[in-house]
């Protein structure tokens, strides 16, 4: 078994949590499966969730209840191993009976409890194995900083280390915590990925505020990575409130610069940690007419195979990232094009131009690498995490269910 590797940002707690975990059974490995973390009454949450048509059961009960309950929320329970995924109405049934046994611990109503699950497609949950763990799972809840690390180690999958960011500010006399945890380091993609993403914080907010906040943070940082390309079923980022800092979210820019970096940092480590990558590489896209634009362009670069691989043995072939900004959709005009590696230019208005190669492929061999690309079609960029692709890549998903 493959020991964990340790996060380096610190745990900040915020007021009104309590997190939980045990060994279900759900994973072979008989690591940590089921994790907890319990809301104080009066919470309030907000989501957002995969793009993919396929979508999972937990993903569907936890987007109604949130509906349902205009937001309202008391705990938040995942199980790691098992995506409950293309598993029809028994998945669904499944899914909200844990939600009902959980409730019936928790003394409030199913339609409180957000599940989420990751792992495995098209496997029925086994819902005894999690009915059986739940009173030691509550009963083992505590609100410490141990426990909220406990809860980031058990919702890991193919990950190689745990994903928390968290950030606390000061507003007057009054302190607001955000506290986020993650998983995912493969079918990771713009629009999500196989990601959850559970944010806490003890700001007053209410729900639509939360997805206003959530929504714009989340078009920064989640829709801006990717390692391989393929949208995952069960993509989940929750952003749950406490309000028990009594320092209200709405208009507070400050706050929201807060919640933006916990999000760009856990954007960050999944990229960090993509399945087999080696390198990161942050695509710099300058001089398009807009955002979306240039987020086109860097999803055709990103998601080349031929680029992907080219990285992966740190080699400076331009030419690839140049045909694959050619065949983005984008009515790019080539002889305006330049590419650059590192601090070099590689390629000057479409065309190769003399560069130390070596410095380019040392720039590429480095575990971070910034490609830069200038459009000459207007003022918008943006900035964006990939990966390259590795035979451990190939390796570790060839191998995933077995």
């Not at 994790?35 to 009960?61: D, H, I, W």
């Not at 079923?233 to 706050?255: I, Y």
């Not at 050619?326 to 005009?333: C, L, P, T």
Request: charged share 20%.
């Amino acid at each position: 078994m493959k020991p964990l590797q340790r996060c380096a940002e610190p745990v900040l707690l915020p007021e009104g949590f309590s997190f939980a975990t045990a060994a279900a059974g759900i994973k072979v490995s008989g690591r940590t499966d089921l994790a907890l973390a319990e809301a104080t009454k009066g919470s309030v949450a907000a989501a957002v969730f995969t793009s993919n048509r396929v979508v999972a059961a937990p993903v569907q009960v936890g987007r109604a209840f949130l509906k349902k309950n205009g937001g309202r929320i008391r705990a938040v329970l995942v199980n790691s191993g098992n995506a409950n995924c293309a598993t029809g109405k028994a998945g669904l049934t499944a899914c909200l009976s844990v939600c009902k046994d959980a409730a019936a611990l928790l003394g409030g109503k199913a339609a409180e409890v957000f599940p989420s699950s990751t792992g495995i497609i098209g496997v029925p949950l086994p819902v005894e194995k999690i009915a059986k763990s739940l009173p030691k799972l509550f009963g083992d809840r505590a609100a410490t900083e141990s426990a909220a690390s406990q809860f980031a180690d058990a919702i890991l999958t193919t990950d190689t280390r745990p994903k928390i960011a968290s950030r606390r500010v000061k507003v007057g006399t009054k302190t607001v915590t955000f506290l986020g945890i993650a998983k995912g380091s493969g079918m990771i993609h713009p629009q999500l990925a196989t990601m959850l993403v559970y944010i806490f914080t003890d700001v007053t907010a209410t729900a639509g505020e939360l997805k206003r906040a959530l929504s714009a943070a989340s078009e920064e940082t989640f829709n801006r990575i990717s390692v391989d390309g393929d949208t995952s079923t069960n993509d989940t980022v929750l952003l749950v409130a406490s309000g028990k800092s009594g320092l209200r979210l709405r208009g507070s820019a400050k706050l929201e610069k807060s919640l933006l970096e916990v999000c760009q940092s856990l954007a960050e480590q999944i990229v960090t940690d993509g399945e087999g990558a080696q390198h990161v590489i942050r695509l710099v896209i300058e001089q398009a007419k807009s955002k979306k634009e240039a987020l086109q362009i860097a999803r055709t670069i990103a998601h080349s195979l031929l680029v992907k691989t080219a990285w992966a043995g740190a080699d400076p072939n331009w030419g690839r990232i140049l045909a694959a900004i050619g065949r983005s959709g984008i009515a790019v005009d080539p002889g305006k094009v330049k590419i650059y590696i590192g601090d070099q230019i590689v390629c000057r208005n479409g065309a190769g131009c003399v560069f130390h190669a070596e410095k380019a492929h040392a720039a590429l061999s480095a575990p971070e690498c910034e490609v830069r690309v200038q459009l000459g079609r207007g003022r918008s960029q943006i900035q964006f995490l990939t990966t390259d692709l590795t035979s451990e890549y190939v390796s570790i998903n060839a191998h995933y269910s077995t």
